[in-house]
């Protein structure tokens, strides 16, 4: 459950693009403000609804960040999250996050800082988005996909390590459309603008590991 849940966080799943890396880039766009995609995903036969939105942004130190909010919703209250981290406008910068709360079903939202945000940034170097995505994979071919959203034209990535299919669209916010895999299956259920953070409570500061209690 911890791995999916690392996947989810850091770019909907193991596998994407492409063909040359240049290729991979233009179709995976960082969404403008307001943007969301909804999907509808199953790991290990466990449903789930995934929604990814941006819901503001940021300048500091004269560089502009976002902030993305991953909501994980299961069948069991006790798996719920909400995800949300201020990161560059650049899914190639990833361990730049400079903030991030989480809140764990009905727990208070919390946010982490110190040593903790240290080794998610250690993390998110060697696990970002492009090289979930990007790396490792080969092209299938242009493709017309449907799924609860709609039907689109995609581009179809394999990726052989990893047992695992994808179909990618630019057009769509967070540009995947459909995933599966040996153990997940996610699909686009719906996109639009407007988002918004989900958390609306003062989330407290995590306690241990350099973090201390608000």
Not at 67 to 91: A, C, H, I
Not at 108 to 113: D, F, G, V
Not at 156 to 177: N, T
Request: with cysteine; charged share 20%.
């Amino acid at each position: 459950m911890r791995s999916f849940l690392v996947s989810v966080v850091l770019g909907l799943g193991a596998a994407g693009p492409v063909m040359p890396q240049a290729n991979c880039l233009e179709q995976v766009k960082f969404p403008e403000v307001g943007r969301w995609a909804e999907y509808k995903a199953k790991y290990q036969n466990d449903p789930y609804t995934i929604r990814y939105s941006v819901i503001g942004s940021e300048a500091r130190q004269g560089k502009d960040f976002r902030w993305v909010e991953m909501q994980m919703t299961g069948s069991q209250k006790d798996r719920n999250l909400v995800y949300q981290m201020l990161v560059p406008g650049s899914f190639s910068e990833m361990d730049q996050v400079q903030e991030v709360i989480f809140k764990p079903g009905d727990q208070p939202a919390m946010k982490m800082s110190g040593q903790m945000l240290s080794m998610l940034r250690g993390q998110l170097d060697k696990q970002s988005f492009l090289n979930q995505i990007c790396t490792g994979v080969s092209l299938v071919g242009k493709e017309s996909v449907s799924v609860p959203a709609g039907k689109f034209e995609t581009l179809h990535f394999r990726s052989a390590e990893h047992e695992a299919d994808s179909w990618v669209s630019p057009e769509v916010p967070f540009s995947m459309v459909k995933s599966t895999g040996k153990q997940h299956q996610i699909e686009l259920a719906a996109h639009g603008q407007g988002a918004k953070s989900s958390i609306t409570e003062k989330p407290q500061e995590m306690g241990g590991m350099g973090g201390r209690p608000n």
